[in-house]
């Protein structure tokens, strides 16, 4: 019998949480327009309300006071009072980093219907928040009767969370996230609503994926294999976990198994952060993923052409129709430069709303603007060709490592490996370069497109890109990773034969 540990999670990662990336729980009023769709709102601000209601109903606990004066506001119109309340709410929310001081009040189901109501709120009240319902309404459109959604974007969830028949009953389909799995109280959440109508993960399913996770944690702790993002701290048997990588680890774990217990439903995910076991089912579908029941040997040539044609049509009202498959990175970073750093729009043919969205982030830090989350949906897809690349290129190195007589005989399959494998690169580069046309500012576009440059010895174009993305986002990691690479470029240093 192996030592007995006690364990604990830090979930320090509260963006991941709560499908955001929340730099800050206020935002500047001014900055948001009156809801075209007010009514569509209101109508959802009634509903939310009714449901929380009754999930606090069956608790027995005191409230935060703000709860029902803030659905009172939405339900009036009044978005002044709705933002401040939520934001008195949210900084006291067990969820969110940086928060001084938790609220034990805020430990509530009700929190959830708070939360999508505000999210669908700000999604509607931007410059572009066409665009934002445009994403949504193609998810109600592709995704089938039945079927579980995962929304992990604030676009992809919060939107079509919204635009269901009737959210609580999985009218038209299911749809929940996996960031928020490894949260016990969305669990409960979930059961409340879905329970009797698809297989969720218990409690003691949560306990089970966190035990895994941390054995497998501590192995690679110990071999010094942990990822980057994860910090895994042993203090005789008290074992800390806390980081990004880790909570999407934990909820990767939960997700698969809803996944694998309700086969009886198709599974399409907006994905947020990339997840391994998704990637051998997954194929293009519209701005999202479709997860096959059964893992796909390769992505046909249809399915390849199909997705193509639907990102160069999608895309085209976005920015225009320049570009093309021959379009080099130089000439992408010209068109970033000057449409979203200077803002030069002279014979630009795309939608200025959705350019100028891409630096709306520096204003209001909580919002995820409709270009990024077309920009971010385009990178995942990009990731699954990746994924094919790199699974390609496992399969030759199995077939180098047989006997050599052996090998030669796989000589037919290691050129279609080869041929399939160029197939993937041609596609993934073509999807990063269309992400990044998209909005400059992406950290998925920038960091996952800078990876795939690298590995093909493009480094130089690879320090284009970040150092277009650095004009419009600063951030220390962009500023880390123009450093690294211009390290990379250097030639290596000679020394003199004596």
């Not at 569509?40 to 309300?49: G, S, Y």
């Not at 952060?273 to 194929?283: C, D, G, K, L, R």
């Not at 997705?307 to 010209?334: H, M, Q, S």
């Not at 590995?455 to 320090?463: T, V």
Request: one cysteine or more.
């Amino acid at each position: 019998m192996g030592e007995k540990r006690n364990h604990s999670l830090l979930l320090l990662a509260a963006g991941l949480v709560t499908g955001l990336f929340l730099l800050g729980c206020t935002r500047e009023p001014s900055l948001l327009q009156r809801p075209e769709n007010e009514p569509q709102i209101k109508a959802f601000f009634h509903a939310k309300e009714a449901q929380a209601r009754q999930l606090v109903s069956q608790e027995n606990r005191e409230l935060p006071p703000e709860i029902w004066p803030y659905f009172e506001a939405g339900k009036k119109g009044d978005w002044a009072t709705v933002t401040n309340l939520y934001a008195k709410m949210a900084s006291r929310c067990y969820q969110f980093d940086g928060n001084k001081s938790y609220d034990d009040r805020m430990q509530t189901m009700a929190w959830t219907p708070i939360n999508e109501t505000d999210r669908f709120y700000l999604q509607c009240t931007q410059p572009d928040s066409k665009l934002a319902l445009a994403f949504g309404e193609e998810v109600m459109r592709i995704v089938p009767p039945g079927s579980i959604y995962f929304g992990d974007t604030d676009t992809g969830r919060f939107v079509p969370t919204a635009l269901c028949r009737d959210h609580t009953k999985g009218d038209p389909f299911f749809v929940l996230t996996q960031n928020a799995l490894a949260d016990s109280l969305y669990l409960s959440y979930l059961h409340s609503m879905f329970g009797t109508q698809i297989q969720l993960p218990t409690l003691q399913d949560s306990k089970e994926a966190f035990d895994d996770y941390i054995q497998d944690a501590i192995k690679r702790m110990q071999s010094g294999q942990l990822q980057a993002g994860e910090d895994v701290k042993q203090d005789g048997p008290m074992v800390s976990v806390s980081g990004l990588t880790s909570v999407v680890a934990i909820n990767s774990l939960l997700s698969k198994k809803i996944f694998q217990q309700n086969p009886q439903h198709q599974i399409y995910v907006c994905e947020g952060f990339p997840v391994n076991w998704v990637y051998p089912h997954a194929e293009p579908h519209g701005p999202i993923l479709k997860i096959n029941r059964e893992k796909l040997a390769t992505l046909s040539p249809e399915i390849i052409k199909r997705d193509r044609d639907y990102w160069n049509k999608r895309i085209t009202p976005f920015i225009g129709d320049w570009l093309k498959e021959e379009t080099t990175v130089a000439e992408i970073c010209e068109f970033a430069e000057k449409v979203y750093v200077r803002q030069d729009f002279r014979g630009f043919a795309g939608d200025t709303d959705f350019t100028r969205m891409a630096t709306f982030w520096q204003k209001v830090p909580a919002y995820q603007s409709a270009a990024l989350a077309w920009s971010k949906a385009r990178s995942a897809i990009a990731g699954v060709y990746v994924w094919r690349i790199n699974d390609c290129a496992e399969q030759m190195k199995r077939i180098l490592a047989l006997p050599p007589e052996e090998s030669r005989k796989q000589q037919p399959e290691m050129n279609r490996l080869a041929a399939e494998q160029q197939r993937y690169i041609k596609e993934a580069d073509f999807a990063y370069r269309q992400a990044f046309a998209l909005n400059p500012s992406s950290p998925e576009a920038v960091f996952r497109y800078t990876s795939l440059l690298t590995s093909m010895n493009r480094g130089a174009e690879a320090l284009q890109v970040v150092r277009v993305a650095k004009k419009l986002n600063p951030a220390t990691e962009i500023t880390k990773l123009e450093f690294n690479l211009v390290e990379w470029l250097q030639p290596p240093i000679k020394t003199p034969t004596p």
